[in-house]
């Protein structure tokens, strides 16, 4: 062992956890080394080449009718009076933050009470966060969540009595706050090594004894106790910084942080017109374009979660109003066990509510293709594919029947018996839904437009659109856009 050996360890049990039952395992059966370690508290002590399995249980059994008996009433006594005094430490904190003490004198006579490890002058709050705290809680019953609660509480005061100088307690579900001390503390830069020392050791505490990741907000160093309600209140204005720096984040005051902003704007409407364009145009390049261009502006804006929200909630809703028009399952476009709602509110960060509405958009797409598929053949499909590639040029049916591999009569003959219409008719209808899309996007001159769907010239354009349509291009924008 390191550090100590058998005995000292015993020893050292027995003087943080008197009232914890252990057993000795050992090689030395050395009389001196055993009286040493049942004068320590130790309730057995077992030679290691003696073990076996019929002796290791005999020891347990024994062991648990003695904590039946009446023996354990005292660690019982023990248990409601540790937890009655980690009531009242939480309790004191949760007073602190509360503004509930009007007078330090009050804050001393506690800490003196109650015998705290910690001092009223140059203290620093910490708050801690649990990364996707719901989803952690979610996998865990109530007696579970009760342990992690305990765990996590115990493995941050365990780091905090190394220095003797600090308290921590719970505040709500996955969020917890340490208060630690520096009252004999000159140097600031000592203070401020110290405290990332603390925070460094709670983080690799907590991934590698309950494996699970946090974000820490530190507030700015209060002269005495009764200012550290603002510097905490300020330290958990700043976790909100979580949704773009990302999860497992450390927040320190002296980081340049930008002021979010709560502007309830809503999706753009020429970016909306673009995603679903490119939704009805199965290019997934542009719906990828158009998906970062949406989060990019969030970025720049630097919109506040609430603010951003209002925009994932309109992407949610344009998902579903093309599930409904295409008669896709909404299910399916989702692919998850839970409803978006709740998914979306498992999502902390920017980076992951981007990777998961990207998802769904291009598992559309996806659905999309597939929708065509399943109302047309595989030869009508090739040939519609390569026309929609080509609508720029004059095709003719020779044309597309080589590209499908048949010959131009029966491709001729397929397109009147499953589409209803001959082959120009349906060119001409994929060129004019193109057009609409292009329109709609806003992006291009009617002649550009005109000119990338394979028309000739304007005037042309502008007829066949108003014959077939039943308005003209600006009436079809005007009309589309209230």
């Given amino acids: 062992m390191p550090i100590m050996d058998g005995v000292q360890l015993s020893s050292e049990i027995q003087r943080r956890y008197p009232h914890m039952p252990f057993v000795m395992l050992s090689n030395y059966d050395d009389f001196a080394y055993v009286r040493s370690a049942l004068q320590h508290g130790a309730v057995d002590y077992l030679l290691k080449h003696m073990l076996n399995e019929q002796l290791l ?57 109650q015998r705290l490890p910690i001092d009223t002058k140059k203290v620093v709050p910490i708050v801690i966060e649990l990364d996707q705290s719901r989803d952690a ?30 308290i ?13 001390s ?51 209140e300020q330290a958990c204005g700043k ?32 970016m909306e017109k673009e995603l679903v364009a490119a939704l009805k145009l199965d290019d997934a390049e542009a719906v990828q374009a158009t998906m970062t261009a949406i989060f990019q502006s969030i970025r720049r804006e630097r919109l506040s979660p609430v603010a951003a929200q209002m925009i994932f909630n309109e992407l949610l809703g344009m998902i579903n ?65 390569y026309m929609k590639k080509h609508l720029h040029e004059n095709l003719s049916l020779g044309d597309v029947a080589d590209q499908v591999g048949i010959s131009a009569p029966y491709l001729s003959q397929i397109f009147k018996e499953e589409q209803g219409i001959g082959f120009l008719d349906y060119f001409m209808e994929l060129r004019l839904d193109k057009a609409k899309t292009l329109l709609l996007e806003e992006k291009l001159e009617l002649k550009e437009i005109a000119a990338a769907c394979g028309f000739n010239n304007y005037p042309y354009f502008f007829n066949v659109f108003k014959k077939k349509v039943g308005m003209t291009p600006g009436a079809y924008v005007k009309l589309n856009k209230s």
């Avoid at 865990?140 to 600090?166: A, K, T, W, Y």
């Fill in 57 to 113: 249980l005999e020891l347990l059994r024994n062991l648990r009718s003695r904590l039946k008996s009446g023996e354990n009433a005292e660690t019982a006594d023990y248990r409601v009076i540790a937890t009655q005094i980690q009531a009242l430490k939480h309790k004191f904190v949760i007073q602190i933050l509360s503004r509930f003490f009007k007078h330090e004198t009050e804050i001393v006579a506690h800490i003196r009470a």
């Fill in 137 to 166: 809680m979610a996998r865990r019953g109530l007696n579970e969540e009760e342990l992690l609660h305990f765990s996590i509480l115990n493995i941050i005061e365990e780091v905090l009595s190394d220095n003797d100088n600090g």
């Fill in 168 to 180: 921590a307690a719970p505040i709500s579900n996955g969020r917890f706050v340490v208060l630690l």
């Fill in 182 to 232: 520096y009252a004999s503390t000159r140097s600031a830069a000592n203070m401020d090594h110290r405290t990332r020392s603390v925070v460094n050791r709670i983080d690799q505490c907590l991934k590698t004894f309950v494996k699970l990741h946090a974000s820490f907000s530190i507030g700015v160093q209060c002269e005495h106790m009764l200012q550290v309600p603002d510097s905490y």
């Fill in 239 to 270: 976790l909100a910084e979580k949704f773009y720096l990302g999860t497992n984040c450390m927040i320190y005051p002296d980081m340049q942080s930008e002021i979010l902003i709560d502007k309830m704007t809503g999706l753009d409407l020429k």
């Fill in 321 to 385: 109003r093309i599930c409904r028009e295409m008669q896709i399952d909404t299910e399916h476009a989702y692919s998850a066990s839970a409803p978006p709602h709740e998914v979306m509110a498992s999502l902390e960060t920017l980076d992951e509510i981007q990777s998961w509405l990207e998802g769904i958009f291009h598992r559309l797409l996806r659905l999309l293709h597939r929708s065509e598929e399943r109302i047309a053949s595989p030869n009508i499909r090739k040939a519609a594919a």
